[in-house]
Nanobody, 128 residues
């Protein structure tokens, strides 16, 4: 059974940092695009950050550029999201997502439909 397990969420003050982790089990996602999405109350789920199969190419939504960093450790089958200078608008449930599409090159999908596996989500709450 394939499972993505997020951890690292919590309640912090504006300006603080958090590091989210997503540990995959049941299969390896080495060589496949990975992403982090988030969903705030009453809003659509959006792609916060994604990366291509190697991790060399990344995408960030404008609101987190310069503050968030996505990375991967394929030896541990784990993806990370380092979040610095957190703002109240970053408050949301954060989801890890894994693709099973054999993309090569710089392709780092942002569309939910590109991702076959999802974690259960971890809550991030940022207070002012």
């Amino acid at each position: 059974q394939v499972r993505l397990a997020e951890s690292g969420g919590g309640r912090v003050q504006a300006g603080d940092s958090l590091r989210l982790s997503c540990a995959a089990s049941g299969r390896s996602f080495s060589g496949y695009p990975m992403a982090w999405f988030r969903q705030a109350p009453g809003k659509e789920r959006e792609c916060v950050a994604s990366m291509n199969w190697s991790g060399k190419y990344t995408y960030y939504t404008d609101s987190v550029k310069g503050r968030f960093t996505i990375s991967r450790d394929d030896a541990k089958n784990t993806v990370y999201l380092q979040m610095n200078s957190l703002k109240p608008d970053d408050t949301a449930i954060y989801y890890c997502a894994a693709s099973t599409k054999y993309y090569r090159g710089y392709n780092r999908p942002r569309d939910r439909a590109e991702y076959a596996y999802w974690g259960q989500g971890t809550q991030v709450t940022v207070s002012s």
